[in-house]
């Protein structure tokens, strides 16, 4: 299938209210995972079980991107932790599968947040400029609509299982501090900074996001 057919963006309260649509996704999710991802890593990714109640009660945490059949091509996962699980996660000791609902903050209400990205992937076939700024875009659509409604990030921790994740954690500022505890790297920054170096971009896409966070 060529890149080059329109992606559509996927997630947020509709579809966990949709609860087909919500398992299928998550499946694909997995799916897709389990693909990209070095073996040594599947450990770390989690199951059905475990992800399908988080999806559905924070809708604010994903995003997926599709192709026109309706298969997911590419997504992110974060997750809004309190401070000692923040702290593991920056640190390379928290891994993905180890996540249930207790351990996540709701974006809901008015706040500051430290977000940990479960996981950012992208099939291989679809890799290319566009598709990288839709899922990343699609990213700070959520941000801005959380900042919105006075819900702001004030960390980021990231632990990049694979070359493609360990690009866009560049892409987007993030500084690497050392291997993850099995595998992987462990990167970390300031939400701002994020927001900061992509100053370019989001003028010409958010720049609501940049009033919200107070960047010229």
């Avoid at 997630?11 to 070095?38: F, P, S, T």
């Avoid at 593991?88 to 928290?94: D, E, F, H, R, V």
Wanted: aromatic content about 10%; proline content about 5%.
């Amino acid at each position: 299938m060529s890149p080059q057919i329109a992606c559509r963006v996927v997630g947020g309260a509709a579809l966990a209210a949709d609860k087909a649509a919500l398992e299928r996704a998550v499946r694909q999710i997995i799916a897709l995972d389990h693909r990209v991802y070095e073996t040594v890593s599947h450990g770390h990714i989690g199951g059905f079980e475990q992800w399908l109640p988080i999806f559905r009660q924070h809708p604010d945490t994903w995003r997926a991107l599709t192709d026109h059949t309706g298969n997911i091509i590419a997504y992110w996962q974060i997750a809004a932790l309190n401070g000692a699980a923040f702290g593991q996660a920056k640190s390379g000791l928290l891994h993905p599968a180890d996540l249930c609902n207790r351990d996540y903050e709701a974006l809901t209400a008015p706040g500051h947040h430290r977000l940990y990205f479960a996981s950012i992937c992208i099939a291989p076939e679809w890799r290319t400029t566009r598709i990288h700024w839709a899922l990343i875009d699609s990213f700070f659509a959520v941000a801005e609509g959380l900042a919105a409604r006075g819900s702001f990030i004030d960390e980021v921790a990231a632990i990049a299982h694979s070359q493609e994740g360990r690009r866009i954690c560049e892409t987007l500022g993030l500084s690497s501090h050392g291997p993850a505890r099995e595998h992987g790297e462990c990167f970390y920054g300031p939400f701002t900074a994020i927001v900061q170096r992509m100053a370019p971009l989001l003028r010409r896409r958010r720049p609501g996001l940049l009033v919200l966070y107070r960047i010229g």
